[in-house]
């Protein structure tokens, strides 16, 4: 499946970093909160995220059609990686950084929509692997784009197409 004409001509910026944090994104918390600020490294304007022992995501409702935009692009960079972590533990299910792409919303009789992550983690998950989750196996799909410290500190562009991934 190729990438239709529309979204060849009309690419959508999802994440702009010059935007500030409360008026674009949503905060969630699973324990501790990961600190996010808009910060300039090398250059370049970021949403930088910290946090130690924490468990958090910034969460943007973008109610696109897939098919019309079937890429993905973005720059990454991790610094440090979690000790320990690996996707396909329940317990050490921890990453220096990832992408959640949620396939709908949650609701009553789907609380949890079909959801494809792409992770930047410890060298115990291989880089190319597909890892079903632990906690979410039904509906959570992780593919693991970079796996362990050869890329630390590194800006790294990623490109993906969706639909290939999610299939």
Known sequence: LGESTRAARHAITLVDPEQPIEEVWERQSFGEPTRYRLSEIDGRSVIEASGQGSAAGLFRDAPLAVIDYPIAEWTWRVDRLPEGGDLR????????????????????????????????????????????????????????????????????SERRNLIEDYR
Do not use: C
């Open 89 to 156: 533990s329940e317990k050490a299910d921890d990453v220096g950084a990832s992408l959640f792409l949620m396939f709908g919303r949650p609701g009553l009789f789907r609380p949890e929509p079909p959801t494809l992550a792409y992770a930047w983690t410890s060298a115990a998950t291989p880089a190319g692997s597909v890892v079903v989750s632990p906690r979410h196996p039904g509906t959570l799909r992780t593919i693991v784009l970079q796996s362990g410290g050869e890329n630390l500190g590194r800006w790294i």
